[in-house]
Structure formats: structure tokens, C-alpha cells
Nanobody, 121 residues
């Protein structure tokens, strides 16, 4: 399975960015896609995730109300719309694919290369 991210970049605080991710290859009929991030000197942490059906989503508390995750099952894609960005959102963002919605890095099987998001003050 290949996981390819796009989007990211530099934005001022209060601005918006959109991250997209496409999974290709032999994906299971049931899977979860999501996003982790890692800031310098910090551990990788989950940001948001969504089940294949779209019925269940998860957001880290710090992004609730600002970030929205959505998926397109027909295209095996997931999007993270990030609004009202804060400087503390600065990190490398990774798209992930796994067998079920989970919260820890080891529970996700496939990872993208990461895309940098930088929020300036």
C-alpha cells in the first residue's frame, strides 16, 4: 500500500490549510485513515482519524472545532481541513492507514512520508 500526502506549507496564525492523502494498492475492505503529527523535540501524536464508513471520527482535543477530517471511499482518499491554525500546530504531518480506528503509532500499518506545516505568528 502506498500512502501519498499533498498540501501543507507556510501560513500565518489564524489561517487555513488543507492536507490530502491518497492510499493505493491492496487496501483492506475495512480500514481507518488518519493523520499524526510530530513537532521538533516531541513525540508523534495522533491528530484525527476516520473509519472507512465515515461513521466514526476522532480528534485530538487541541484541534477540536478547528480541524475537520473527511474521506472519499471511492477514491481511497482522506482530507484534513485545518482552520484557525496556531503556532503550536507547526509540525510534520503524516497520513496513516490502519485496520481500525486507534490512537497510537504502532497501531497503524502504512505511513506517508510526511508533509511540513508551519504556522507563523
Amino acid at each position: 500500500v502506498q500512502v501519498i500526502e499533498s498540501g501543507g506549507g507556510l501560513v500565518q496564525a489564524g489561517g487555513s490549510l488543507r492536507l490530502s492523502c491518497a492510499a493505493s494498492g491492496r487496501t483492506s475492505s475495512t480500514y481507518t485513515m488518519g493523520w499524526f503529527r510530530q513537532a521538533p523535540g516531541r513525540e508523534r501524536e495522533i491528530v484525527a482519524a476516520i473509519t472507512r464508513s465515515g461513521a466514526t471520527t476522532y480528534y485530538q482535543d487541541s484541534v477540536k472545532g478547528r480541524f475537520t477530517i473527511s474521506s472519499d471511499n471511492a477514491k481511497n482518499t482522506v482530507t484534513l481541513q485545518m482552520n484557525n491554525l496556531k503556532t503550536e500546530d507547526t509540525a510534520v504531518y503524516y497520513c496513516v492507514v490502519g485496520p481500525a480506528l486507534a490512537y497510537y503509532t504502532k497501531q497503524y500499518t502504512y505511513w506517508g512520508q510526511g508533509t511540513q506545516v508551519t504556522v507563523s505568528s
